[in-house]
């Protein structure tokens, strides 16, 4: 297992699908349970928009982690203008694994 850091990039005219899919898009995270270790939304430098997400995602290979935010359905629904999946090396933090 792997970890991968997924950044999605919010389309400029996101805000309604945001707020119609959010209920889905909890339940998609919900379901990968332990799978997702960090997510949240970035904001835009002001603070005051959503402008996409940083998830760190635990799965065997990049393309798992890319299939799982595919399968997001503010993915299916065309919210993201871009989706970056990284491999991703976990250095310090309060919350660290063991390795």
């Known amino acids: 297992m792997a970890l991968f850091a997924i ?5 400029l005219d996101s805000g309604a699908i945001r707020k119609e899919k959010l209920d889905e898009h909890r339940a998609h995270f919900q379901k990968a349970g332990s799978a997702v270790r960090a997510a949240g939304p970035m904001m835009t430098e002001s603070g005051d928009a959503q402008c996409g997400s940083l998830i760190v995602y635990e799965a065997d290979s990049a393309a798992a982690a890319r299939a799982f935010i595919e399968g997001d359905p503010y993915a299916r629904a065309g919210l993201f203008e871009q989706i970056t999946v990284r491999r991703w090396q976990w250095m310090s933090g309060a919350d660290k694994p063991e390795n």
């Open 7 to 11: 950044f999605c990039m919010d389309r």
